[in-house]
């Protein structure tokens, strides 16, 4: 409920909205950067953009676990971070006999599975009017959202980056 009350009259729907429409441009954004410093390495490439495709997922989460703290269901909170902590070992334990590849696409699917099969029935059913893949963004508004959280921004870039690219 802080995020949601600080954001000055941003609903819920906007929040979602800004939230995952910003992930998504940030990560095309990172993907462009990426190439351009990478020299062109596909594993370095991949590994990139599976992180980058994580994040976007966590970000999606994170959005859908302020919805539920707004509705008090911090429950499907557990729910929905449990499941995923249960599909990231099972990721770890299928990819580390696999290629980069195997690991990378794994990843992937699995962050997105609690996504899929917990948050979007819950969000569709405590705020009927979120459109979850049409997202609609007031230009004012993303432009306050992203003086608010641009620090926070590049710190958890940084922190991803350190923890997941040797």
Known sequence: KITINQLDGLDLKELFS???????????????????????????????ATIGIGKIFDTATESNHAIYQYFNYENKIFVSRVLKIALSCLAFLIGGRNNFYTVFSLFVILNA???????????????????????????????????????LAVGSLIMVLTQNVP
């Open 113 to 151: 599975l609690p996504v899929f099969i917990i948050d979007i029935k819950i969000i569709k059913r405590l705020v009927p009017q979120i459109s979850l893949l049409g997202f609609k963004v007031n230009y004012e508004k993303a432009k306050d959202f992203i003086k608010i959280n641009l620090g």
């Open 18 to 48: 800004l939230r995952n429409t910003l992930s998504i441009f940030g990560f095309i954004l990172f993907m462009i950067v990426s190439f351009v410093f990478t020299k062109y390495d596909l594993v370095f490439l991949v590994a990139l």
